[in-house]
């Protein structure tokens, strides 16, 4: 018998308890079909020598924006570390419009106001612009700053006229003219006149994520929330594009994608139910094996050190604020309800407890009016979560997704965030383990660094920045966050059949690491780096780095990067 491809000489972790060490693998079809023993007297098209490198199931971040991360990508880069001040980001707007065109859009994104010393201004950034649109990013992703021809273009000429809006801020100087600054609701206001994107500007944002995802080892992704591009999303017909790439193989790693809420509508023609979907009754588990539609995603509150998640309790030091509500919590529970009724599974992000246990109160109603044993409904971050809610969780069959790197990039910043005592409540992990919930892995790409190596290093160590450990108790093992990163991910959206350990009949989706995971200090994962990264039997990642071969093909460089 002759099968499409052996991988030979691997230290290969299948992370399958029925066979958990293997040396060869072989793929026929995009396939795991045998390993070692099983492989006898068999032969392949094509043998490749892994060197003896370590080899785990390919890593499947369950919450990763792929277009915004391009778009990330695509721009200025300001973040701390590259611009450490106001001059310095200033003299990189007036470099990169040197190499644009007059009207063309100065983007850039990343830049932190605590490290350079304050916000940008519109008047200063026209001193270096030349008559060019600007639109810079906070880090955050909650603020943006605009200069003049910006607010021109958008409909208020010299920054003039710029009206309130609902759920945001525009910086003004004394005269009224908008400063440059704007906040949360207030950003749509320079979004309405970039956004929807065009077709070609998301083709290259995917090339760009897809590009470095699988340089992270990354074989499948979940894209959390499209399509409804005032909020969230490029442009209303963001699964064409993804579909595009896909089938383009510009976008290389699996993708499940969530719609987002606002997109879908009463569809009439039933007499005798209400179905809250999309036309044709297209729902959650839709698609193939490059392509699925995901869950539906619904955004409940805000961001957590930005103190607008919604708790049930003071943020340290601000006696008021509780933070808030996207939607009214009747609202919410009748979107949740009425998705559930009509077959989707639902993904609310919610961040703070209070937010959770409004998602929590949908969830438990819908199985009440229609139980749907077994839907794994989800909960994005699960941010600050007592012991009750994490029975809750685990008794209605909740998957919380929360973030590992979350922890190094914005640990000192919650923990500042919430009363000492409740500092323990933080992204608990090892908790969501005890009860027995399957635990996901994710960084929130491009909120945080999308390099899974960066975010199982945070679940095993949980050292902030400043060098805290957050709460301690909640570190996993390499193991449990390995699990998490791959069949974790791929439980969340009903895949572990398909996907997430290296086991016959599953896809052949595995990365080739520089070092093993389990035999290091765990202090030093961070540092680990992908070798290789092949996708349904096929190299799309290659460092170039692989020992020289004996007798068998190498992997050809050159057409592992043909992205
Ligand atoms: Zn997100």
Redesign the pocket.
Known sequence: MKIDAIFDNGRIRTMDGQRPAATRLGVLNGRIVGFDEELEGVTAERTVDLGGAAVLPGFHDA?Y?ASLTGARLASLDLRPGVIDSLDELYVAVRERAAGLGPNEWIRGSGYDQNIIGGHPTARALDQVSGGRPVLLEHVSGHMIVANTEAFTRAGYPGGYGVPEVDGGHVARTPDGRAEGLLQEQANRLIYAVVRPMALEEVQRNLALASHQAVSFGLTSLTE??LAAWETIGNSPVDFHSYQVASETGVLKPRMTLMPYVTTLHNVPGFKDRDWYGLDLGIRTGFGGDRLKMGPVKIVSDGSFIGRSAAMHHCYHGEPENKGFMQFDPDALKRMIVGVHKAGWTVAT?AIGDAAMDHAMDGIDEAQRQLPRPGVRHRI?HFALASDAQIQRAAALGIIPVPQGTFISDFGDGMMAAVEPELQNRIYRMKSLLNAGIVLPGST?SP?SNGNPLRSIHDMVNRTTASGQVLAPAERLTVAEAVRAYTYGSAYAVNEEHNKGTLSRGLLADFVVLSEDLFGIDPAGIRDVTVRTTVIGGEVVYNDGDLPAPGATTQVDPIAAHRL
């Open positions: 919450h924006h959390p929330g992000h994005e929130d909120v």
